[in-house]
């Protein structure tokens, strides 16, 4: 079974953090993992993609500086630290497995997870 479960999405003030995990199973643990979000009428968007080996990392520049994306092979689990949190990162974010990158952007690949909702308050 082909499965992506996010948690540790949660409401945060301005200035908060955040910690959301990603648990594969099957083949849905890629040699690229990464994290997309989407907020209220808007589209999806990439936030952070990681090879393999956890050497190469990648980020929107809207969250540079502040998320830190990490994996775990022996658990098969990706995570993404979430640092200085601003309102406008309110979003759901996704899980995605194996990203891959167009050009300048990152599309995603074959599966994502159930999203799990970060809201940040001002």
């Known amino acids: 079974q082909v499965q992506l479960v996010e948690s540790g999405g949660g409401l945060v003030q301005a200035g908060g953090s955040l910690r959301l995990s990603c648990s594969a199973s099957g083949l849905a643990f890629g040699d690229y993992m990464g994290w997309f979000r989407q907020a209220p009428g808007k589209e999806r968007e990439f936030v952070a993609a990681?090879?393999?080996?956890?050497?190469?990392?990648y980020y929107a520049d809207s969250v540079k500086g502040r998320f830190t994306i990490s994996r775990d092979n022996a658990k098969n689990t990706v995570y993404l630290q979430m640092n200085s949190l601003k309102p406008e990162d309110t979003a759901v974010y996704y899980c995605?497995?194996?990203?891959?990158?167009?050009?300048?952007?990152?599309?995603?690949?074959?599966?994502w997870g159930q999203g799990t909702q970060v809201t940040v308050s001002s």
């Open positions: 990681i090879s393999w080996s956890g050497v190469l990392t």
């Open positions: 995605n497995s194996n990203p891959y990158r167009g050009g300048s952007t990152w599309n995603p690949g074959n599966y």
